[in-house]
């Protein structure tokens, strides 16, 4: 069985979803039965082999690729089933041009119901209603990573619920574990955790702004880099905070996850999160977690409910007395984990990939 996954960078890259196409590929490659090939863009054309996979890398001008369009319209036929990552890019309008067979294709959806800067949210309501829309309904398969992105689909493009797959997504929850004996706490300190992509919808700046309102006790980690990290180290000397917050960058895996054994609360209060995998990387190294109450975080929120606290609409105000409330308590007992595993992940989508497509043949 030949399997085709378009991916928005090299699985090998920074990024969520590059993050689930490297997890699930990897462990679905080590089964026989299935033959997996990565698509994705860069800055060259390429063909690379990664991990035993095969990988074409294509040229893209403003994230757009006609050299893949092309060849995805030559090779559809070779692929038992065509699974594309992605409702952000321009995914949607190339295999719109490309796909004649759509009776063999999954999404990966990754939806967010807003954009992330000011040129997606001013274009982002017209590239739903007319290309999102037209390849969502002619996909065959539509995996979410939550309940609350299945049901934000539902209500944004009216598709039919017979479609739709719930796959959460998963975290290495043994690797995670094994960095506990490297931690180094700070006894005689609260440290505060956030780790993840710097952009203004993900409210760090709520985050810095709240440790005005806290004692000199507690400091900030912020691990990671985005287009508002600028100004977020600009909020930091402005409020005169700079020897109590510190921004770490990109880390490594060994460097985040001891990072994240070190600390003792940790904060996501992002506005646009379908999943949230820092949220159960967190309670993996069993720290409590406190979360922005919409979308994702929520449903966390719900399934968690004795290691995260959520906040309606955050402020400094709220955000304080949230961490005030969780600086005892610096470690929790959660249960449910197993959920979340790579391997239970891959899993069920190499089922789907076996039962529900394979033996789907012909044009819809």
């Given at each position: ?161 017979d479609k739709m797959r719930i796959i959460y997504n998963g975290v ?193």
């Amino acid at each position: 069985m030949n399997i085709l996954v378009l991916s928005p960078k090299p699985p090998w890259a920074l990024g969520g979803v590059e993050r689930v196409v490297k997890e699930t590929t990897l462990r679905i490659a080590k089964t026989r039965e299935i033959n997996i090939e990565i698509w994705c863009k860069g800055s060259k054309n390429e063909i690379l082999f990664w991990n035993g996979i095969k990988v074409r890398v294509f040229k893209s001008f403003f994230g757009l690729s006609l050299t893949l369009i092309g060849e995805l319209k030559r090779a559809q036929k070779e692929f038992d089933v065509i699974h594309i990552h992605g409702t952000s890019n321009l995914y949607p309008l190339e295999v719109l041009m490309a796909i004649e067979n759509w009776s063999k294709v999954v999404v990966s959806s990754h939806y967010h119901p807003q954009g992330s800067t000011l040129l997606f949210r001013l274009t982002k309501p017209i590239y739903d209603k007319f290309i999102v829309s037209q390849y969502l309904n002619k996909a065959k398969k539509i995996i979410c990573v939550s309940n609350t992105e299945k049901n934000i689909l539902l209500d944004t493009f009216k598709l039919s619920r017979d479609k739709m797959r719930i796959i959460y997504n998963g975290v290495p929850i043994e690797k995670i574990k094994k960095f506990r004996n490297k931690r180094k706490i700070l006894h005689d300190k609260v440290c505060i955790l956030y780790f993840g992509r710097l952009e203004k919808y993900k409210n760090v700046h709520i985050l810095i702004k709240s440790l005005r309102y806290l004692p000199e006790s507690f400091i900030l980690t912020i691990v990671g880099d985005g287009s508002y990290k600028r100004e977020l180290e600009y909020l930091t000397k402005r409020i005169n905070l700079k020897n109590r917050v510190k921004f770490l960058g990109v880390l490594s895996e060994e460097e985040l996850y001891t990072t994240l054994h070190s600390c003792h609360i940790i904060v996501n209060l992002s506005n646009i999160e379908a999943f949230g995998l820092m949220v159960v990387e967190s309670l993996v190294a069993n720290k409590p977690v406190i979360v922005n109450n919409k979308l994702g975080l929520r449903e966390l929120a719900e399934y968690f409910t004795e290691s995260i606290v959520p906040i309606n609409e955050p402020t400094p105000e709220d955000v304080v007395r949230a961490i005030r409330m969780l600086s005892s308590k610096r470690k929790v007992k959660v249960r449910g984990l197993k959920n979340f595993k790579w391997e239970r992940i891959a899993k069920l989508y190499y089922v789907l990939y076996k039962s529900e497509l394979k033996r789907e043949g012909g044009a819809e």
